[in-house]
């Protein structure tokens, strides 16, 4: 008899259907993971509330890949989840260090941290809920120039990339709208290249990103795992996600349960 799948496995499933079907109808996925049909409603009602579908009449249809809410909009979804990725991530920061950290909602939870409880540290963003965030505490911020998204809260273009490639950071924390197996990826194309920028000024980089992005890819890649130090999540990947973060040497770091300064890493 064969294993009855769990929530979390019954899910990226049906998102990895959705890449090639373009509609997924609820007795079909029932039949195929033996489950009741109020079951696989679930299933798409968390998907369709985290942003990852579109529910459609009797089932669910893939959600557009160059498309995703403001970041005042994401700021109200999956917020504990955030806040202890952020605490994780934080565990991660000496004193003294230069960082670099992009625009986003689970960036902006760090700075907040940082904030908090950062020492000595220089801080270079493209973000403005960043650079307010961290004015809570005493460290030196570093805003670049650009031309300005309100959507995103954050400036980009060339004028951004330019400045960002005049420094040395020790350590970057960047967001995504997705990580997959063949690599992490954004919608906002402005965004992705403010990313690599980052990646490449830095001397270790972490991607800070929720369960609900993995398995995702939108528009434009970013960067293959391989240019990733860590992941800082609330969940472990599960399947060909965590093999790729294992054969690229990513380091997974956990999320606590409750928050606190500690941090779980976990070599995956």
Known sequence: MARRLQKDERRARILDALRYTPHLRIASLAQ????????????LDALSEMGLVDRAHGGAVARPMGIQPSISEREQS????????????AGLVSPGQV???DAGSTTTQLAWQLGAT???????????????ALAAGSLRSILCPGDFNGR???????????????????????????????????????ATWVKRVMLARCERVYLLVDHTKFNVRVLEVVAPLDHLDGIVTDQAPQGPLAEQLRKAEVEVHLAPQVSSAGRAAVNL
Do not use: C
């Not at 504990?80 to 994780?88: H, L, N, T």
């Open 152 to 190: 995103e809260g954050g400036v980009f273009g060339q004028d951004t990339s330019e400045f960002l490639s005049r420094f040395h950071g020790n350590v970057a924390f960047i967001g995504a709208s997705g990580i997959a197996a063949d690599g992490i990826s954004d919608v906002n194309r402005e």
């Open 118 to 132: 950062g020492e000595g540290l220089t801080v270079i963003t493209n973000s403005y809920p960043v650079a307010s």
């Open 32 to 43: 195929q993971f033996a489950v009741t049909t109020e079951t696989v409603r679930r299933d």
């Open 78 to 89: 999956t917020v504990d989840e955030r806040r202890r990725i952020a605490v994780a991530a």
């Open 99 to 101: 960082l670099m950290i």
